[in-house]
């Protein structure tokens, strides 16, 4: 049975409508709703009488447009599905329109040859195919690219009609970044779709630039009051004429990008190219040589990627770097995994040795973004770069950086009760050359001196009193000196004695054991942390050479002050 486009429009409104299931609906509401959207699709009002609609539903549940939808009648006056899940949008085509689909597709079939009707190709290969389908109830021939999951699909309708219609819209919409969504007015002018998903393109305001939109990003779409912006400058013919994706920088030129792809998979990129720009410059028996001109953005760095070992950017020199940063990150990835048995190793280590040294446990990434805060951070207060204190207190957007998911593993590998009680920030600049002899560190703070048995020590420093024997102090107590830059024996790294951590030393004893051992020379790589237990006898290497050497210090301890009294900087883990 031939179906005219108002009376789609009323199904599809109506169908909407008793998905619904949040609201009641009678008669008289369905008769708006769909007098709504007959305005909405045509511009002016439409009488849609009480029969019109009753005649509606009648079809709907009928089996003519094979449809049969389970609309009930409850308490005499409201309309629903009997199915929660029911939508004739899920409902099988027809025969009669099979027929008239497969007529079509004959139809258009005809066009294919012709260049005007090039991107018809695959749209009729695709309508081909599920009319076969149907008809024989066979599996499909062709298997497209499809992604059943991708969600802001339900929104593409809509936005057409919006586009086609030149109306301006009120949209909700969140990104990936946003912590909350956003609702404001935009001018929608094309769809999109790239990589298999969709995006709308359009301005916000009159006096901004192009803004893509993702589909899959949409909460919600409604029709705006306000006059449609038309912008006579877009062309979508040319808008994207230099770019891969849809990352368009209308400001940016497009650069001469020359890369290098071997000979095993030079052949993919031959017959399938970056960009209709692209051109073969040079071969030889390793591989080929290609070029092509477009902006740089992050689709084509991705496609970049997706090639992995096998391509190399020559020019321009910028987007290398980023290729090189990005590779090294992702290696990163990998060398920043932890294993429980590294975790238990090193606990060990340090409860018997007094000391361990684990690498990769922050990224390159995670340590280029450390050292850009604190050198801002220490720039804009004049503060002291070496030995800056309380350091998570002046800033605590650190935390999100160091407190992560290795740092915290690392941690209650050691003492699940511990937390962090003291952060110091060392800086030694490539100007400076001291070093310190051996000795060992007593992780207190006191406002005064106190004395106790077998144990005697103090610091003028704010802080707190701690009344701790050595013994204790050595069990629940422990440091992190994280390293923000590559540390060896040339600039400073550390000297330690194993297993020296387990009782307070006189100066004699300091003397004649640092006299007559072999010490280890504790090299950390950037990202890396060193783990040292209170007490061991330790030592910083003379500088050689002039590289700078930045630490963060943190200390720990599981050990519960007397009343009334506070660590300096205590933050539970």
């Keep these: 049975m031939a179906v005219n486009k108002n009376a789609l429009i009323r199904y599809k409104t109506i169908d909407k409508c008793l998905q619904n299931n949040f609201r009641q609906w009678t008669l008289n509401d369905l008769i708006e709703a769909v007098s709504d959207a007959l305005y909405e699709y045509e511009g002016k009002d439409i009488d849609v009488s009480k029969r ?3 005649l509606d539903l009648q079809m709907m549940r009928s089996d ?7 609309i009930v009648v409850y308490n005499r006056k409201y309309y629903k599905y009997d199915d929660d899940n029911y939508s004739i949008t899920n409902s099988p085509i027809s025969n009669q329109d099979l027929t008239k689909l497969s007529e079509a597709v004959s139809f258009l ?9 090039k991107e018809l190709g695959s749209m009729v290969q695709k309508l081909e195919d599920h009319v076969y389908t149907q008809k024989t109830q066979e599996k499909s021939l062709i298997d497209f690219e499809k992604n059943e999951n991708l969600k802001g699909l339900e929104f593409l309708d809509e936005l057409y009609q919006f586009i086609l219609k030149k109306q301006a819209i009120e949209i909700t919409y969140q990104s990936f970044k946003a912590r909350q969504e956003n609702t404001f007015t935009y001018y929608p002018y094309l769809l999109k779709e790239y990589r298999n998903r969709w995006f709308v393109i359009g301005k916000r305001k009159k006096n901004e630039g192009i803004m893509n939109l993702a589909l899959d990003r949409i909460i919600s779409i409604n029709k705006s009051s306000k006059t449609y912006t038309i912008d006579s400058s877009f062309d979508s013919k040319t808008y994207y004429k230099d770019v891969i994706g849809v990352s368009v920088s209308p400001n940016m030129a497009a650069e001469d990008v020359v890369f290098y792809v071997n000979h095993k998979h030079a052949p993919y990129v031959i017959t399938k190219p970056f960009h209709k720009s692209q051109k073969i410059i040079d071969r030889d028996n390793y591989g080929v040589t290609f070029s092509m001109q477009v902006q740089l953005n992050f689709e084509l760095e991705k496609e970049i990627l997706g090639l992995g070992e096998s391509i190399k950017i020559i020019a321009p020199e910028r987007l290398k770097r980023n290729i090189k940063e990005r590779l090294y990150d992702a290696i990163d990835t990998y060398e920043t995994e932890i294993s429980d048995k590294n975790l238990r190793t090193i606990a060990k280590r340090l409860e018997y040795k007094g000391f361990g040294i684990l690498n990769h446990i ?3 990434r995670d ?8 050198d801002s951070y220490i720039k804009q207060n004049n503060e002291q770069a070496y030995g800056m204190r309380e350091v998570l207190l002046k800033m605590p957007e650190l935390k999100g950086i160091l407190f992560n998911k290795n740092f915290r593993k690392l941690i209650k590998s ?4 511990v937390f962090l009680t003291k ?5 030694k600049s490539p100007n400076e050359n001291w070093y310190v002899n051996w000795h060992q560190d007593v992780p207190i703070n006191v406002s005064k001196k106190i004395e106790t048995n077998n144990f005697s020590s103090w610091t ?3 802080g707190v009193i701690s009344v701790c024997p050595p013994q204790k102090i050595s069990q629940n107590t422990f440091s992190m000196r994280i390293h923000l830059d590559d540390t060896s024996i040339k600039n400073g790294a550390l000297k330690v004695i194993p297993g020296s951590h387990n009782k307070r030393l006189k100066d004699d004893e300091i003397q004649l054991i640092s006299s007559n051992s072999i010490p280890f020379i504790c090299e950390v790589a950037s990202g890396g942390v060193q783990l040292l237990k209170p007490l061991l006898l330790h030592a910083s290497s003379k500088t050689t050479t002039q590289k700078r050497r930045r630490v963060l210090h943190l200390e720990f301890s599981s050990i519960a002050l007397p009343n009334g009294l506070e660590y300096a900087e205590k933050e539970v883990l």
């Design 109 to 117: 079939k005809q066009f294919q040859g012709f260049s005007h009707f």
């Design 362 to 364: 922050y990224s390159k």
């Design 52 to 54: 019109t609609v009753q």
């Design 423 to 427: 952060a110091i920030y060392f800086d």
């Design 414 to 417: 050691i003492d699940k009760n």
């Design 460 to 462: 003028n420093k704010k």
């Design 367 to 374: 340590i280029r973004k450390l050292k850009a805060r604190f």
């Design 64 to 70: 003519k447009l094979g449809y049969n939808a389970p």
